[in-house]
């Protein structure tokens, strides 16, 4: 993944999670990035617009991200669960599954206060998966001047090692495909796992 510069796609809902989304963006994103804010909506038999079931949202924003050529697709969380963990809704997972751009999923409540970035964390398995997650994740610790954390994930379980890791980071950076040795995890499976753990932001980039 390189520096983000063209378009960044910000899934909003009307409620706290379009502005954390926004609040995401603006972290990730450089000023010099264009921010396009999109809501999905079907018309349900009454002719009111109703919200689309969860795999129809995934579905429309992928495409959109697709037509928009966007580099990056930000949601939000449904809410925080015990110690602040991220609770995802099924649009979210929806979103983060099958996207062919980077994808990043703010917290619950990230956009009530200015964001600070102060160390940014990734995991190194030794993949290619898992080497650009550690460059995205320095590129963007130095451009917030923030520290950079990175952990080997090569034995154990990824995802209780990289979610205890991300107790105390700002953002957390994964790559698309399965930590670990011979892909010994399903495609995603640790992204997602993080996605509904991580007490952080999470960024999943696009494999290399």
Known sequence: MTPIT???LVAVDGASGGR???ALARVLAPPSARMVLTNVYGVGGDTEPTLPAAGLVGRALH???RKESAELLVVGSSHRGPAGRTMLGGQTLAAL???SCAVAIAPRGYGMAEPTV???GAGDAGTPESDLAVRTAGELAERHGAALEVRAVTEGDPADELATMAEHLDLL???SRAYGPGGRLLSGSTSTQLARRAACPLLVVPRP
């Open 97 to 99: 599954n099958g996207s």
């Open 6 to 8: 063209g378009k960044v």
């Open 173 to 175: 950076v994964l790559g």
């Open 118 to 120: 102060r160390t940014v």
């Open 63 to 65: 495409r959109l991200a």
């Open 20 to 22: 954390d989304a926004i």
